[in-house]
Every structure is written in C-alpha cells, then in structure tokens.
C-alpha cells in the first residue's frame, strides 16, 4: 500500500466576488508516494504545489477525487479523525515559521506541549531532537540569533516531535544560500534514511530534485504533466515544461544559433556522446580517440550527477580521414552513445 495516495484530486477554489472566476488550483491528479521515499514535486509559480500539499495534509478539504494516508482516506475524516491523522504529517514552510518569543528548545516543544506530552517525556525528546539536527548548543537561543539555515533545521526538529511517518517540505530551502541549501538537503535525507520518514519536498529549483529525490512529479497548471525517477526525468524528459526545468541543471544538447556558432569556431565533425552507467567516463571516450590518433576537442557539455548516478552529454569536433574516425570511435566500449550532430 503506497503512503500516500491520490486519485483525481482536483482542487476548485471559488471566486470571492462575481467578477473573477474559480481557479482549478489542482487538477485531477493520480499519484502514488511509497513508503520510505523522497518524492519531489516540481514546477513554475502558480502551478500548484503548494495546494497539492495543503491537501495531503487535510488543510484544505478537495473539491473531488481521494487523498488517502496509509490507505485511510482523509478527504472523508471527520474533523477529530483528521486531527490525529494530521499529527503523523510533520510540515517545514520557507519562512521556518518558528516563535520569535520561544527559545529553540521552546520552538521544538511546542507540537508536544499542545498535545499534552509530560514535562519530562517532553524534555528529553527536545534534546535528542536537537542533537539529531546538530543544534545542542542552541537550545537555549532565541529563532533570530540562527542563521537562515540554523532556524530551518529547528523547524525540521519541531516537525519530528511528534514523530510522524510523513515529512512536507515546501520550499523549505528557497530562502537560503546554495551552501546553507545543501546542508538542510543533506539532513532531509538523513530524516529520510535514518528515521525512514517519508519526505515529500516541494520546489521549483532542479539542484534540490538532483540531490535529494528517489522519484519527481512535474506540475503544470494544476496538472500532474510528468512523473517518474529523478534520474529518468532528468536525463529523458518528455514534455516541455519537464524539458525547461531540466535544462536548468542537466546540459541540453546545443541546437540552433548556439550549435551554428560552434561549427563557426571549431572545425570538424560533431559527435554527440552520451553516457549513464557506471564505469563510462569522458576519460573513457578521449582515451580512446586519443590512442586511435585521432584530433579532437571538447565543445560543448560535461558530466552530471543526478541523485549519485552519472550523466554525461558531451559533443565532441573530431578531424581526421573518415575510416580513423570510425576505427576511434568503434573503440571506446559499451555504456557510450556516439552520433553524429545533424546539421
Ligand atoms: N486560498 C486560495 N484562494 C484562491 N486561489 C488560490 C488559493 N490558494 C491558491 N490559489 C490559486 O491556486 C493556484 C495554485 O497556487 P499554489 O499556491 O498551489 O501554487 P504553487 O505552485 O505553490 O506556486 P508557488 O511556486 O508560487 O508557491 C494559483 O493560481 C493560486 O492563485
Ligand atoms: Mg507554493
């Protein structure tokens, strides 16, 4: 049984007044999250996220369709069902949300106070949250003596208190700097790995995607437009909206003026060289060319990882009598692609 189910979700907000009309902020969409994953949902502003999780958590009742949490269809729970539903669903926001007028310790305590945990029991979770996060020797620190980073790992700390199975981030890592972003990536995955929690996170930046997700759903007005592993995704994207995403961490092949510009300042053939498994290197491929004597450089591309697996998509201008050319490039093995760039 998936985690988390979806089936024809579709969520309508109606118009406040009568000259603006309903907007179909999700879409009928269809998704399974497993147990244990990280799943990313990607796509544009507007496109509908941010709603897509407010209704996995019951904050928003659907319009139609099922949301179901450990086969427990919470789109139909009365509300003291969907209360305690909702405390195994633990929710970090970009703005970290946390109380200015709380310590750290106070901030992580909270969910558990609310819920009426004893005063020890409280503590001593506190503290292994703390640790858990690397955040000991904050606990008695106030939200805005942290740095950004700092302060989002106390909202994942207050986020586990209550220990759920199920961890939503939104945009949890849009307000911070690519460095202090890796290291809040890095213990979401240690969240998922050593506390097998569940993690769905919500961006629209592909580095987080690459890094983090087992799997990633493309959303795009509403609808779910493309899912699958990250690394399918990511080195074969097959709609548009999934294309421009990629482009903005996984090289694209040079097409049109770029690629016209490239033949202008390089002679030779073009050859487009891909390759994905392990054990395949653009060493691999230039060894190759370079024993077989053959004359080459490097013109566009470069190599990928996407989620530990790598990427390469190179194109390569390579001069020489036609027979040494195919003799070099016959030899650089399995697990490369090689064509010749069409003009
Ligand atoms: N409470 C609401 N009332 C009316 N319309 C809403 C409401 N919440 C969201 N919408 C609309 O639903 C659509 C999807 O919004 P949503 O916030 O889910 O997008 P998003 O993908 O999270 O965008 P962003 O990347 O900017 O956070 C938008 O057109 C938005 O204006
Ligand atoms: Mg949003």
Same mark, same amino acid.
Do not use: C, W
């Given at each position: 049984?998936?985690?988390?189910?979806?089936?024809?979700?579709?969520? /309508?907000?109606?118009?406040?007044? $009568?000259?603006?009309?309903?907007?179909?902020?999700?879409?009928?969409?269809?998704?399974?999250?497993?147990?244990?994953?990280?799943?990313?949902?990607?796509?544009?502003? #507007?496109?509908?996220?941010?709603?897509?999780?407010?209704?996995?958590?019951?904050?928003?009742?659907?319009?139609?369709?099922?949301?179901?949490?450990? #086969?427990? *269809?919470?789109?139909?729970?009365?509300? @003291?069902?969907?209360?305690?539903?909702?405390?195994?669903? #633990?929710?970090?926001?970009?703005?970290?949300?946390?109380? $200015?007028?709380?310590? &750290?310790?106070?901030?992580?305590?909270?969910?558990?106070?609310? +819920?009426?945990? *004893?005063?020890?029991?409280?503590?001593? @979770? &506190?503290?292994?949250?703390?640790?858990? /996060?690397?955040?000991?020797?904050?606990?008695?620190?106030? *939200?805005?003596?942290?740095?950004?980073?700092?302060?989002?790992?106390?909202?994942?700390?207050?986020?586990?208190?209550?220990?759920?199975?199920?961890?939503?981030?939104?945009?949890?890592?849009?307000?911070?700097?690519?460095?202090?972003?890796?290291?809040?990536?890095?213990?979401?995955?240690?969240?998922?790995?050593?506390?097998?929690?569940?993690? /769905?996170?919500?961006?629209?930046?592909?580095?987080?995607?690459?890094?983090?997700?087992?799997?990633?759903?493309?959303?795009?007005? =509403?609808?779910?437009?493309?899912?699958?592993?990250?690394?399918?995704?990511?080195?074969? *994207?097959?709609?548009?909206?999934?294309?421009?995403?990629?482009?903005?961490?996984?090289?694209?092949l040079p097409e049109g003026e770029e690629l016209a510009a490239l033949r202008a300042a390089?002679? =030779?053939?073009?050859?487009?060289?891909?390759?994905?498994?392990?054990?395949?290197?653009?060493?691999?491929?230039?060894?190759?060319?370079?024993?077989?004597?053959?004359?080459?450089?490097? +013109?566009h591309?470069?190599?990928?990882?996407?989620?530990?697996?790598?990427?390469?998509?190179?194109?390569?201008?390579?001069?020489?009598?036609?027979?040494?050319?195919?003799?070099?490039?016959?030899?650089?093995?399995?697990?490369?692609?090689?064509?010749?760039? #069409?003009r």
């Open positions: 049984m998936p985690h988390v189910r979806l089936d024809e979700v579709t969520k /309508v907000f109606r118009p406040r007044s $009568r000259r603006d009309s309903p907007v179909t902020a999700v879409d009928r969409v269809s998704l399974d999250i497993e147990r244990g994953e990280v799943f990313a949902v990607i796509g544009y502003s #507007g496109a509908g996220k941010s709603t897509l999780v407010r209704l996995i958590n019951g904050l928003e009742p659907v319009t139609s369709g099922v949301v179901e949490i450990d #086969g427990v *269809p919470i789109s139909a729970l009365p509300a @003291r069902a969907l209360r305690r539903q909702q405390q195994g669903i #633990g929710m970090i926001f970009q703005r970290f949300h946390l109380l $200015r007028s709380r310590t &750290v310790a106070k901030n992580v305590a909270y969910p558990l106070e609310v +819920v009426g945990t *004893p005063r020890a029991e409280r503590e001593a @979770r &506190v503290a292994e949250l703390l640790e858990f /996060v690397g955040l000991a020797q904050k606990a008695a620190a106030y *939200p805005e003596q942290l740095s950004g980073g700092q302060q989002q790992r106390v909202g994942i700390a207050r986020a586990l208190a209550a220990k759920p199975s199920l961890l939503l981030a939104d945009e949890a890592t849009s307000a911070l700097d690519p460095e202090t972003t890796a290291e809040v990536l890095d213990l979401l995955g240690r969240v998922n790995r050593e506390l097998g929690v569940t993690v /769905v996170v919500i961006t629209h930046e592909m580095e987080v995607v690459a890094q983090v997700a087992d799997r990633v759903a493309v959303m795009d007005a =509403g609808r779910v437009v493309e899912h699958g592993s990250t690394y399918e995704v990511f080195t074969a *994207p097959q709609t548009p909206t999934a294309q421009r995403f990629v482009r903005t961490v996984v090289r694209a390089h002679e =030779g053939r073009f050859f487009t060289i891909s390759f994905s498994d392990a054990g395949a290197s653009e060493a691999r491929v230039f060894g190759a060319l370079a024993r077989a004597g053959v004359d080459f450089n490097l +013109v591309g470069g190599v990928d990882d996407i989620r530990g697996r790598v990427y390469g998509l190179l194109t390569i201008a390579v001069r020489g009598p036609e027979e040494a050319v195919a003799a070099a490039l016959a030899q650089v093995g399995p697990g490369v692609q090689i064509t010749e760039t #069409g």
